[in-house]
């Protein structure tokens, strides 16, 4: 079989203002693409993605109006889109007595909502400012008309961690596909309430241009 060739790799002749004449442009330059940076690097860089985490004692069934969180509530005419990244949920050794699932709803949401437990928000580039959203919760009341539909991300069992059985540790990288808009709502919550279970959840997010 001959030897199949293609022309160089070249980046473009032009650069940043500020930088070397003939440096190469573009979120990597003239550098070898690796792992290094990671998918997220260049919007952690430039302080769009935002981290927060709290510890949920029973997580509630998505249709229920007072939801635990973490939330995300998005101000109408914030200007902004949250694109939700990932969701990590580690369990303690208090285990839930019903089985089922931690995942993702969101709904219509155009005010704030009502009985709200404020939670901190951390920019993921060090030093970076605080969110922009309307409100970062871990509790409050929810419109729920219509009745949201539940994404589920990663299955509970009944017994403790200890046990082998409960959940450990997961991360879900869900990758910017859920999007909670101007006058909406998102959360994390359970496919029915994880009743006496224990969770460390976080929620990890962009805030971008919508």
Partial sequence: MPLITGA???YPLKSFPGAQAGVGTGVVGAL???ELLGKYATLAKSQKVFYTSLSVTAPVIFSTAGQLGPMLWNKPGSGLDAHILGISVGQP???TSVGGSIGYASC???LAPTTPTAIVAVNAYAGGGP???GAVLGAGTVNVLPVP???GLTGVGLAAVTTGLGVSSTFVDVGGVFIVGPG???YVCANATQTT???NIGLLWAELPA
């Fill in 197 to 199: 279970g224990v969770f």
């Fill in 8 to 10: 160089p790799l070249a």
């Fill in 93 to 95: 050794s208090t285990a």
């Fill in 184 to 186: 909406n709502c998102g």
């Fill in 149 to 151: 539909i539940y994404f």
């Fill in 108 to 110: 219509s949401q155009p």
């Fill in 32 to 34: 070898s693409v690796s």
């Fill in 131 to 133: 969110s922009q959203m």
